[in-house]
Every structure is written in C-alpha cells, then in structure tokens.
Nanobody, 121 residues
C-alpha cells in the first residue's frame, strides 16, 4: 500500500509562508484523491485541501486564496503552498490518500503520513 512522508513544517511568523511536501511510495498517487488535513489537540481532523484524480481541487473556506495544493506525479509528491499564514493555521498537517474521492471527510482517506507541525506566531 502507499506510504506517505510529509516535510516542510516549521515555525513562522504570521503573514509568512511555508510549503509542505508529501512524498508517496508504493503506489501511483494519480490514482487517488490526495488531501491535506490538519489537527490540533482535542479537535477533529479538518480537511484543508484536496486534489482529485482528475486534477480538480477543493479548499476549505478558511484557506481559500491563501493555500494552493498541487502534485507532481513524476516525483510522486504532493505539495501545499501556504501564504499569509495566520495563528489559527497552527496545527499538525497530514497528507492522505482516498480511493473514494474527497468526500468532505477524513473518513474517506485510507493512508496517512506521520504529520508535520506548523506553528504560526
């Protein structure tokens, strides 16, 4: 099955930018809907952005216009470019794959990375 490894998290001041990467192995990511989620303690995992197998993209309202999801199939890598970061963007960010499409819920997603911490102060 597919394995996912995120990187690119870190600490940044409000208004700054970060780019997260998620490298996949074991399968072809173009087959799946790929998504970015985030979670803070005691809160349910929240969908941030997704990219369907047909290339269409989905964004949470809270990140529209600030975040951009993309993928490089040749590199088996998913990206999340984040601009104009806010303190409320602080969370652990996860990438994940779904054979069922976005679905609007993390429950559609079968494989997960270990997460990368983003802290905005």
């Amino acid at each position: 099955h597919v394995q996912l490894v995120e990187s690119g998290g870190g600490s940044v001041q409000a208004g700054g930018s970060l780019r997260l990467s998620c490298v996949a192995s074991g399968d072809t990511i173009s087959r799946y809907c790929m998504g970015w989620f985030r979670q803070i303690p005691d809160k349910e995992r929240e969908g941030v952005a997704g990219i369907e197998s047909d290339g269409s993209t989905i964004y949470a309202d809270s990140v529209k216009g600030r975040f951009t999801i993309s993928q490089d199939n040749a590199k088996s890598t998913l990206y999340l470019q984040m601009h104009s970061l806010k303190t409320e963007d602080t969370a652990v960010y996860y990438c994940a794959t779904s054979p069922l499409g976005w679905g609007g819920t993390w429950r559609y997603f079968a494989h997960w990375g270990q997460g990368t911490q983003v802290t905005v102060s």
